[in-house]
Nanobody, 123 residues
Framework: QVQLVESGGGLVQAGGSLRLSCAASGRPSSTYAMSWFRQAPGKEREFVAAVSWSGGDIYYADSVKGRFAISRDKAKNTVYLQMDSLKPEDTAVYYC????????????????WGQGTQVTVSS
């Protein structure tokens, strides 16, 4: 089992920044690919960003490319999502997820999920 705990969400004005954190514990979480997904009210959960177990491969959704940055600190078993130039359409619950080794952009392929953290961007 891998336990994931997100933090860092909140209310921010458009154009502002937030940094989300996801602390992992349990099984060797360093061998897991880590991703961020988000879900807005009435919408399906969508892929945001991911980093492979090694940290060598990083992927972003087109909607956040150039504004968001994912990183991982293996020593702290923590993954971060730096979100800059936030837009009202970024408003959602953001979830951290983990799966063994390799990244996948489908939420159905992830084994472990955090409880989510709310991000609200006001216009």
């Amino acid at each position: 089992q891998v336990q994931l705990v997100e933090s860092g969400g909140g209310l921010v004005q458009a154009g502002g920044s937030l940094r989300l954190s996801c602390a992992a514990s349990g099984r060797p979480s360093s061998t897991y690919a880590m991703s961020w997904f988000r879900q807005a009210p009435g919408k399906e959960r969508e892929f945001v960003a991911a980093v492979s177990w090694s940290g060598g491969d990083i992927y972003y959704a087109d909607s956040v490319k150039g504004r968001f940055a994912i990183s991982r600190d293996k020593a702290k078993n923590t993954v971060y999502l730096q979100m800059d130039s936030l837009k009202p359409e970024d408003t959602a619950v953001y979830y951290c997820a983990a799966r063994p080794l390799y990244v996948n952009t489908s939420p159905d392929d992830y084994d472990y999920w955090g409880q989510g953290t709310q991000v609200t961007v006001s216009s």
